[in-house]
């Protein structure tokens, strides 16, 4: 490997513009340590964009979006948003980015870090190494249903919104788990309420045929997404691949986030179909949102951020020991008991957004 690879960077709003700040310190290095080739441009995104132009991207920065080989991504959300109309925050907020890059495979891995431990609201040997992958689909079912919308008169209004799956976005996706499933530990749990919804029995017998016919080498099991939601709980460390829908991903993400004690340790991928010249679109968004409460205080944890950067690199660029050497580095840091405020044990004075970052760019040298 060492193709060119065209990074676009949208830092977004709140800490979002902080926190990837301080991972394109870590990009750097990672450049020049192992010599890898890529251009990086940045431009805006968000409230101050809609402020200008009525969008939260502009036309020609969509584009830019649409051609990228990776676009990392900071955060989007805070003051401002009530003003913006529903339509034009579906259009060209995060849902128009992931519909018009065609990114239906969302990837977030979750684990927890041992440091982690005095910090996670589950009992430390429930949550200190658990390794799981959720993979949520994430442009299809009820996000992206027709048909939708509200009807009818004041009073007898009826609001509408379309749980909706073909086979070949189940199958898509599907594929998408069990291939990761072969470079993690080989096992696939697929979420679902095929009990309740004929979309959901859809669900089950398109995964279960793809598993027959094309991945008999992994193990699959079907779990009833509620009962997901229990076990990710009292057990996580028995999953590898969670795979699921659009909205069951978003809720089973989100309760799977708890398990490192914060949302701020943990990256995320959005990958689309790989095009005709080899490269496939994908966005890195750390998962934490813009935290408008802490914006600007320079306080953010930035090793969600980090951790894109790392995913970036094993995902698009194909440098493996570069991504490794990252995930190294954040775990060092971790377990020298370095921490930013949304991971502090009581009485511990937490670093900066950029003291953390010093921390793990100097364990990747240290290591190298
Ligand atoms: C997520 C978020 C988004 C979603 C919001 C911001 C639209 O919660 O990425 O999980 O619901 O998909
Ligand atoms: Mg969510």
Same mark, same amino acid.
């Given at each position: 490997?060492?193709?060119?690879?065209?990074?676009?960077?949208?830092?977004?709003?709140?800490?979002?513009?902080?926190?990837?700040?301080?991972?394109?310190?870590?990009?750097?290095?990672?450049?020049?340590?192992?010599?890898?080739?890529?251009?990086?441009?940045?431009?805006?995104?968000?409230?101050?964009?809609?402020?200008?132009?009525?969008?939260?991207?502009?036309?020609?920065?969509?584009?830019?979006?649409?051609?990228?080989?990776?676009?990392?991504?900071?955060?989007?959300?805070?003051?401002?948003?009530?003003?913006?109309?529903?339509?034009?925050?579906?259009?060209?907020?995060?849902?128009?980015?992931?519909?018009?890059?065609?990114?239906?495979?969302?990837?977030?891995?979750?684990?927890?870090?041992?440091?982690?431990?005095?910090?996670?609201?589950?009992?430390?040997?429930?949550?200190?190494?658990?390794?799981?992958?959720?993979?949520?689909?994430?442009?299809?079912?009820?996000?992206?249903?027709?048909?939708?919308?509200?009807?009818?008169?004041?009073?007898?209004?009826?609001?509408?919104?379309?749980?909706?799956?073909?086979?070949?976005?189940?199958?898509?996706?599907?594929?998408?788990?069990?291939?990761?499933?072969?470079?993690?530990?080989?096992?696939?749990?697929?979420?679902?309420?095929?009990?309740?919804?004929?979309?959901?029995?859809?669900?089950?017998?398109?995964?279960?045929?793809?598993?027959?016919?094309?991945?008999?080498?992994?193990?699959?099991?079907?779990?009833?997404?509620?009962?997901?939601?229990?076990?990710?709980?009292?057990?996580?460390?028995?999953?590898?691949?969670?795979?699921?829908?659009?909205?069951?991903?978003?809720?089973?993400?989100?309760?799977?986030?708890?398990?490192?004690?914060?949302?701020?340790?943990?990256?995320?991928?959005?990958?689309?179909?790989?095009?005709?010249?080899?490269?496939?679109?994908?966005?890195?968004?750390?998962?934490?949102?813009?935290?408008? &409460? *802490? %914006?600007?205080? +320079?306080?953010?944890?930035?090793?969600?951020?980090?951790?894109?950067? /790392?995913?970036?690199? @094993?995902? !698009?660029?194909?440098?493996?020991?570069?991504?490794?050497?990252?995930?190294?580095?954040?775990?060092?840091?971790?377990?020298?008991?370095?921490?930013?405020? &949304? *991971? %502090?044990?009581? +009485?511990?004075?937490?670093?900066?957004?950029?003291?953390?970052?010093? /921390?793990?760019?100097? @364990?990747? !040298?240290?290591?190298?």
């Amino acid at each position: 490997m060492n193709t060119l690879l065209n990074i676009l960077v949208l830092p977004g709003d709140g800490i979002g513009a902080e926190v990837t700040a301080e991972s394109l310190r870590v990009l750097d290095w990672a450049v020049s340590a192992h010599s890898l080739d890529m251009k990086i441009s940045e431009t805006q995104f968000g409230i101050e964009v809609f402020r200008e132009h009525g969008a939260l991207i502009s036309n020609a920065d969509m584009a830019l979006a649409k051609r990228a080989d990776a676009i990392l991504f900071g955060a989007i959300g805070g003051p401002g948003y009530q003003d913006v109309p529903a339509q034009v925050r579906r259009e060209t907020g995060i849902l128009g980015l992931r519909k018009h890059l065609g990114l239906f495979a969302n990837l977030r891995p979750v684990r927890g870090f041992a440091a982690l431990g005095d910090v996670s609201p589950l009992k430390s040997d429930i949550m200190s190494g658990v390794d799981l992958l959720v993979v949520r689909e994430l442009t299809g079912g009820l996000y992206f249903g027709e048909p939708r919308g509200v009807t009818g008169e004041a009073g007898a209004r009826r609001g509408i919104n379309t749980h909706v799956y073909t086979e070949a976005e189940i199958a898509r996706i599907a594929r998408v788990a069990f291939e990761a499933a072969r470079t993690r530990r080989g096992k696939v749990c697929s979420a679902d309420k095929s009990n309740v919804m004929e979309a959901g029995a859809l669900w089950r017998d398109v995964v279960t045929e793809i598993h027959a016919a094309e991945f008999s080498d992994i193990t699959l099991d079907h779990i009833l997404a509620d009962n997901c939601a229990l076990q990710i709980i009292r057990d996580p460390k028995r999953f590898d691949v969670i795979l699921t829908d659009n909205m069951f991903g978003d809720l089973l993400s989100d309760g799977a986030a708890a398990i490192p004690g914060s949302l701020g340790v943990l990256p995320s991928a959005s990958l689309g179909e790989t095009r005709k010249n080899g490269s496939r679109p994908a966005l890195y968004e750390p998962v934490h949102g813009s935290a408008p &409460d *802490i %914006a600007g205080k +320079g306080i953010a944890n930035p090793i969600g951020a980090i951790l894109c950067v /790392a995913m970036m690199l @094993r995902q !698009s660029a194909n440098a493996n020991p570069a991504a490794a050497a990252i995930e190294k580095a954040v775990e060092d840091t971790l377990d020298a008991g370095i921490r930013t405020a &949304d *991971i %502090a044990p009581t +009485g511990q004075s937490p670093v900066s957004t950029r003291a953390m970052t010093d /921390a793990v760019i100097s @364990r990747l !040298s240290a290591n190298a």
